[in-house]
């Protein structure tokens, strides 16, 4: 009894994982064309060649705003003393 139990279910998952891959929209021609989808080019996806983007964009304005702070010599508390040396 207990057998038969576990037995069912697994039955009936196995014939709806047989039924489902079967049902697949994508032709053989399609995969045939594009044996990596996944890949925008020969090495990375497309959302690693956004991400490598972003990366630089952001890099880019942060190098900026410290050379900013170089330019206008805020980069450094002064070194000047308020009071006068002999």
Same mark, same amino acid.
């Given at each position: 009894?207990?057998?038969?139990?576990?037995?069912?279910?697994?039955?009936?998952?196995?014939?709806?994982?047989?039924?489902?891959?079967?049902?697949?929209?994508? &032709? &053989?021609?399609?995969?045939?064309?594009?044996?990596?989808?996944?890949?925008?080019?020969?090495?990375?996806?497309?959302?690693?060649?956004?991400?490598?983007?972003?990366?630089?964009?952001?890099?880019? $304005?942060?190098?900026?705003?410290?050379? $900013?702070? #170089?330019?206008?010599? #805020?980069?450094?508390?002064? #070194?000047?003393?308020?009071?006068?040396?002999?």
């Amino acid at each position: 009894m207990r057998a038969v139990r576990f037995l069912i279910p697994c039955l009936l998952m196995a014939s709806m994982l047989v039924l489902v891959g079967c049902s697949s929209k994508t &032709s &053989s021609r399609h995969i045939r064309n594009n044996y990596t989808p996944e890949l925008y080019s020969q090495v990375e996806s497309h959302e690693k060649h956004l991400n490598d983007g972003h990366y630089a964009v952001n890099h880019a $304005w942060r190098t900026m705003r410290d050379d $900013w702070q #170089r330019i206008l010599f #805020r980069d450094k508390p002064t #070194r000047l003393t308020p009071i006068p040396v002999p």
